[in-house]
């Protein structure tokens, strides 16, 4: 089995083993050099008065040195390779990131040492996310403007037309605006709790709440909605009490349950809760049409809209999925799809139960 060792470790053990080899090339060329001139010239060492050493010996001693010095060199050029090649791959890839190259790896070969391959390895994962988050980045200002250009030109053409007397100055068109702004209002609010839950801050205040009475409201709420679209709601709750901030999880329970009525054919929809590994799982279920599998993976993306199955519709902002995943995540667990059984989607919010709730 290979050893990872450390950086220090493996130096140590390289020099050790370049002094053992040098000590044992020496001592068993000596041995050699000495048997052979005994069985040579045996007078010519037995000589007291001659302090210099003999023409043998002297080459031996320039040949051991020349040898010794040329595996000091040749075993320090391979260890220096394994630990500067990577590092000089990752200076290198550095400044080409300080440069705006953020597509820049560092190259690595598998003989590097270990602290030096993980340091690549790093290198290349935190290059990776930071190409990825500029890309998001890129990708949200884009969206951002595209979701609020609608609602700002429908006010400003509306409010240009009131003014210049295209359009009647009376309730009815000061309602239309007002629903603009409302939408608009959602939009923001829904920007700012997937912002706060991505960089951690999001305020949560959890209480045990009783569940029931926490749905029962957002289906009242949502009524309009459900019965104008031709649904019927079902609500099967097998826990009562649970520890949670009511106000995130009515929001999340609100975005399914709109996300169902936007995208689902008119029909029965469930809402469902129970306890199960430790979680407590909220779940809005519908009749279909389901949505496209590859979608699945992204659905709970902000701005990614998942296209129905059959119907092929992608309405809304594309963030109410984001911010149910992104309630879950602040309360410590997480958002799921899943086919459900009445032959739809079915979405959930899960976050952990405590048992004191």
Not at 104 to 110: E, F, L, M, P
Request: charge should be negative; glycine fraction near 8%.
């Amino acid at each position: 089995m290979k050893l990872n060792a450390g950086i220090s470790r493996q130096i140590s053990l390289s020099m050790a083993l370049v002094v053992l080899g040098i000590i044992a090339m020496v001592q068993i060329s000596s041995y050699a050099l000495y048997f052979w001139l005994l069985r040579q010239s045996p007078d010519a060492l037995c000589d007291i008065t001659n302090p210099w050493p003999e023409k043998e010996e002297v080459i031996w001693l320039i040949v051991t040195t020349i040898c010794s010095l040329l595996i000091a060199v040749l075993a320090a050029g391979r260890l220096s390779r394994r630990i500067l090649t990577p590092l000089n791959s990752v200076a290198q890839s550095l400044r080409a990131v300080a440069q705006g190259d953020l597509s820049a790896r560092a190259g690595s070969d598998q003989h590097a040492m270990g602290e030096a391959a993980q340091l690549v390895s790093d290198f290349n994962l935190m290059a990776e996310r930071q190409q990825h988050m500029a890309q998001q980045r890129a990708f949200w200002n884009a969206a951002i403007a595209h979701e609020l250009r609608t609602p700002v030109t429908i006010l400003r053409g509306r409010l240009q037309g009131i003014n210049d007397g295209v359009f009647p100055a009376e309730p009815a068109q000061f309602q239309s605006l007002l629903k603009q702004v409302e939408g608009l209002g959602h939009l923001i609010e829904d920007l700012r709790t997937v912002a706060l839950a991505e960089s951690g801050h999001l305020p949560l205040q959890k209480i045990a709440t009783r569940l029931d009475e926490e749905v029962a409201s957002v289906v009242e709420l949502a009524e309009p909605l459900w019965q104008a679209g031709g649904f019927r709601i079902e609500v099967a709750l097998s826990v009562s009490v649970v520890e949670c901030d009511p106000i995130r999880i009515r929001q999340a329970l609100l975005a399914m349950l709109e996300n169902a009525c936007k995208h689902a054919t008119p029909g029965l929809i469930r809402i469902s809760a129970e306890i199960s590994q430790g979680y407590c799982h909220l779940a809005v279920a519908d009749q279909g049409p389901g949505i496209a599998p590859a979608a699945a993976q992204t659905i709970f993306e902000a701005f990614q809209r998942g296209a129905a199955v059959s119907t092929g519709k992608t309405s809304g902002s594309g963030l109410g999925l984001a911010v149910v995943k992104a309630i879950a995540l602040a309360h410590g667990g997480f958002a799921v799809w899943q086919p459900s059984s009445l032959g739809g989607s079915q979405f959930e919010i899960c976050w952990p139960h405590s048992a004191s709730a």
